[in-house]
């Protein structure tokens, strides 16, 4: 079955700078890429989600890549802020209602 | 704005005892899931549900498990005799079917999860 791994598990950036973490599949058969935000004490929220069509997707702020030959992607946080503070996972799906293989899950902490 | 919603928030209970989790998925969403993620680990999948009846179920999904859409609105967990390893945060997702427009028509919605401890 699929696998997803996700890099790093912590991540500590200053307010302004850039965040990049990073997930590979295993899954050829994968086509969907949605990245999740999950804040203290809630359930994981969608921020940004890529299909295999696309290498490149961008919102405002948030931007995720995904290079189909080397089964990664990418998810970018520019111009970061204290709220961009939370644990970020990704994950991977291969058909359009089917479970979600997620990775382990990113903690990033932006401070002032 | 319309959420998916999950009772209780937490649920402590002796091993061997039966629970029932709860979860309101969106009101116009048609496909449901439940997740869990023990602490320190990756949320995985257990099971969806569409049309009254299980779509796919993940091998954690054991006879120990059974899922429900008892009436228009709730879709429940029952775990039959809890074991101390069931001991997780448990997520409950839906999806609509699909609609037109550029936009995620299949993102799965999480609600805010229930903390299980199994004693």
């Known amino acids: 079955g699929e696998n997803v791994e996700q890099h790093p598990s912590t991540l500590s950036v200053q307010e302004g700078d850039s965040a990049v973490i990073k997930c590979t599949y295993s899954?050829?058969?994968?086509?969907?890429f949605p990245w999740y935000k999950q804040e203290l004490g809630k359930g994981p929220q969608l921020i940004i989600d890529i299909r295999s069509n696309v290498g490149e997707k961008k919102d405002q702020r948030i931007a995720v890549t995904l290079n189909k030959t080397a089964k990664h992607f990418s998810l970018h946080i520019t111009e970061t802020q204290p709220e961009d503070s939370a644990v970020y996972f990704c994950?991977?799906?291969?058909?359009?209602?089917?479970?979600?293989?997620f990775g382990a899950g990113t903690q990033v902490v932006v401070t002032p | 704005e319309p959420e998916v919603t999950q009772t209780p928030s937490h649920q402590v209970t002796q091993m061997g005892q039966e629970v029932i989790l709860r979860c309101v998925p969106i009101?116009?969403?048609?496909?449901f899931y439940w997740y869990r993620q023990i602490l320190g680990q990756k949320v995985e999948f257990l099971v969806s549900?569409?049309?009254?009846?299980?779509?796919?179920k993940s091998e954690i999904f054991d006879d120990q498990f059974s899922v429900e859409r008892p009436d228009g609105s709730n879709f429940t967990l029952k775990i039959r005799s809890t074991k101390l390893e069931d001991s997780a945060m448990y997520f409950c997702a839906s999806s609509a079917l699909g609609l037109a427009g550029g936009t995620s028509y299949n993102e799965q919605f999480f609600g805010p999860g229930t903390r299980l401890t199994v004693l």
């Open positions: 549900f569409y049309n009254n009846e299980i779509s796919e």
């Open positions: 994950a991977a799906r291969t058909d359009s209602w089917g479970r979600l293989q």
């Open positions: 009101s116009n969403h048609l496909y």
């Open positions: 899954d050829s058969a994968s086509n969907y």
